[in-house]
């Protein structure tokens, strides 16, 4: 009589689950960036919490990641947690692709839908989630390197600034400058070095690589423009330096002039308004950038239509880039959710 008493009660906690989501559950659902206390990161995750508002009480936008210069590990941890606390669905930017990949067999397991953004998952574990949304990460290396080949038609010497070394979005970027610069298509990211192809040569010690450690990414730019006087490029493939202004602002001072004349192309990508004020002072000859709002806002209602029975987005699903010069830095930026 017992089991058959404990039997009827948990049949009666299915129904109400049942009738609960038949009614419109409220389904938690995970944005997990690369790390915390990024000005990047905060604008999908205000694009999150747009979702969560207009949608009434069906979703909870939980924004959850590792701490300011967190690393995949970390990141790793932290969508484990979130899959053993059985969420509803989980977004994650892979800090580290390869170690992402392992982590979401388990959410794959679990049912637990996952969608990618701003970075994606190694091909090889591509099946573990849904969809990418999301920049075209390669198209942005392509139009820093168009910046780059304006001011410097006959070639130069180069220096890369990247994110993590297994970072997918950040290899991609790297590819798209190459390429472009050599006018050589590469088998895979992060594509093949520039030592001397269409008259592009990489100096020794780039790239380099800042985990996302933004006062380590404005010392890099600060040694290796001190060190190399006539360094023809400096292209970041995130706005890593240009994150503490005033920092970005001490260094890139010392070369204002080069960069106005053109004998130094300084391009970076990302368009926050904090990079654009940068730009406009004369301290970046353009920035090529993404729309990390719209990759927040449209995770959540992605999932809550993949939870809904609905079909699910197109993989992948691109947000677009915004291409900003001095010149129409009034009006290229697009997509911010303002």
């Not at 009589?1 to 995970?30: D, N, R």
């Not at 995949?72 to 990949?101: C, F, H, W, Y």
């Not at 472009?180 to 010690?205: F, M, V």
Request: proline share 5%.
């Amino acid at each position: 009589m017992k089991v058959l008493m404990i039997g009827v009660a948990a049949a009666a906690l299915l129904a109400t689950a049942v009738g609960a989501q038949a009614q419109g559950k409220k389904y938690s659902f995970a944005l997990v960036p690369k790390n915390m206390n990024n000005p990047f990161f905060d604008q999908a995750r205000d694009g999150c919490k747009k979702a969560e508002k207009e949608l009434q009480g069906a979703i909870e936008c939980v924004y959850i990641g590792p701490g300011e210069h967190g690393g995949g590990d970390e990141q790793v941890q932290v969508v484990n947690d979130l899959i053993t606390k059985r969420v509803d669905g989980i977004a994650v930017s892979p800090a580290n692709a390869a170690a992402m990949g392992r982590a979401l067999e388990a959410a794959k397991r679990a049912n637990i839908p996952v969608l990618t953004w701003d970075s994606d998952l190694l091909d090889k574990d591509k099946a573990l989630r849904i969809a990418y949304v999301g920049t075209y990460n390669y198209e942005i290396g392509v139009n820093l390197a168009k910046f780059v080949m304006g001011l410097k038609p006959n070639g130069g010497t180069i220096c890369i600034q990247s994110g993590g070394a297994a970072a997918a979005n950040h290899n991609e970027r790297m590819q798209g400058i190459r390429d472009t610069l050599s006018g050589k298509k590469s088998a895979a990211a992060p594509g093949d070095r520039l030592s001397g192809t269409n008259g592009w040569t990489e100096i020794d010690g780039c790239p380099l690589y800042t985990d996302d450690d933004f006062p380590r990414a404005v010392q890099q730019m600060e040694d290796i423009l001190g060190k190399n006087a006539t360094l023809d490029a400096f292209v970041p493939t995130g706005g890593f330096p240009q994150f503490i202004p005033q920092a970005y602002r001490r260094v890139a001072e010392k070369y204002k002039e080069r960069i106005a004349n053109g004998s130094l192309a300084l391009v970076v990508a990302d368009t926050l308004p904090v990079q654009m004020d940068l730009m406009k002072a004369g301290l970046s000859k353009g920035q090529v950038g993404q729309r990390p709002f719209e990759m927040g806002y449209k995770t959540m209602l992605f999932l809550k239509d993949i939870k809904d029975g609905k079909a699910p987005p197109k993989d992948p699903t691109y947000t677009g880039l915004d291409v900003c010069t001095p010149q129409n830095a009034a009006t290229c930026i697009g997509g911010s959710g303002s």
